[in-house]
């Protein structure tokens, strides 16, 4: 059974422990694995080379696609300390309106960030102000650090603390996108239920899986 995930598309450490405990139920199922981005993975399941895809979706599936929900992740501003937004402890999403933005490349995942760019200009009533399409590592010490734009990123993949003259805010309302394993929604292998079922015993739990009040699921 051919998986992808990794890399830009979630969290290397769950994946693992999902993958390796299902090789440890299933020991007979030849598991191979690829790392790419959300975008790279889901074409691989798209062009039938991956059977299931670790990434980072919307809550609007694509076409064709099926996915279980592995936990909610909030997508946050990465900003120069004395950039004006920094002085609000949370950013009212209206507040981006003209301002200047760093969003990851579309090739990363199309759908997702289509979705995300919908999401902050019905809020914001106007285009996004985007300045640069750069990974977001990149982006935060170019333009973040420089102070010519805001950041966007996502929060459990940054570290833990900005680097200096760094800082992170979160948004009102908080934007959320879903981690998931993604799989055809034609295919009803059993090899992908059981991994399915694994998604749930491994990585589920209850609070992952509800919004925050002031989030919303985009």
Known sequence: ?????????GDDSLAGSIIAEYRRRF????????S?????????????KADAAFALMPAARPAGIAARTIRH??????????????????????????????????AVNPDLLVALTKWLELRTGDRLNVVSEDPSDLAIETLARSGRAAVLVVRRYTTAAPADGLTYRAMSPAPFVDLVVAHRDDDALPTLANLVRVVGDVA?????????????LI
């Open 36 to 48: 790419g981005s959300s975008g790279i993975n889901l074409q691989r399941l798209r062009e039938h």
């Open 27 to 34: 020991p007979a199922v030849d598991v191979q694995t690829s």
């Open 73 to 106: 992740e909030e997508i946050i501003l990465a900003l120069r300390s004395d950039h004006h937004l920094a002085k609000a402890d949370v950013v009212p999403v209206p507040a981006l309106r003209g301002e200047g933005l760093g969003m990851p490349p579309a």
């Open 1 to 9: 059974m051919p998986a992808a995930g990794g890399g830009s598309a």
């Open 204 to 216: 589920e739990s209850e609070d992952d899986l509800i919004v925050p009040p002031g989030g919303e």
